[in-house]
Every structure is written in C-alpha cells, then in structure tokens.
C-alpha cells in the first residue's frame, strides 16, 4: 500500500515540470517539452552549460573514485593511525 502511494506520488510529481504548449513554442528544438520561459539568448548559453555539465560529471567521477579506493597507503596517514590505534 505504501509503495503503491509513493510510486503515484513520483507520478504525478512529473506533471508540473512539462512546459506548457506556448513555452514549447519559444524554445528551440533540443528543449522543446522540457523548459519553461524563454529559450537561450545566444550559443554562449549552451556553453556555459555544457562547461558546467562537464564539471559536474568530472567532479562525481573523483568523488566516487576516492570513496571507492581512497589510496593513502602512508604509514604515517591520519587513517592508519585511526584504523590501527588499540
């Protein structure tokens, strides 16, 4: 019963993002559907997204990387101290 709740909650939370008819008129092809408001001004617009895009992922790789293997090996790192401290 709860997951039937939630899975109609996540649904319908889907509803409101849809651009209405007029903004999917302004925007260009690749937004049509997904944004509301007017459309980019200009190709800087698509940069500065795609330069922050990149960021973004690049920034979630090393994240992830270093929580899956940290690699301090050091003797002397303040992990080993913790791990090893009895």
């Keep these: 019963m709860k997951a039937s709740w939630l899975l109609t909650v ?3 939370m889907k509803l409101p993002v849809l651009a209405c008819p007029a ?3 302004q925007q260009p092809r690749l937004l049509q559907g ?5 459309g980019p001004e200009s190709r800087w617009d698509y940069v500065i997204v795609c330069v922050a895009l990149a ?3 690049l920034a979630l790789y090393y994240s992830v990387k270093w929580l899956i293997r940290p ?8 992990k080993q101290f913790i791990l090893n401290n009895e």
């Design 10 to 12: 996540v649904l319908l």
């Design 23 to 25: 903004c999917k008129r």
């Design 34 to 38: 997904i944004t509301h408001g007017t």
């Design 55 to 57: 960021l973004t992922v």
């Design 71 to 78: 690699g301090e090996q050091a003797p002397g790192h303040i």
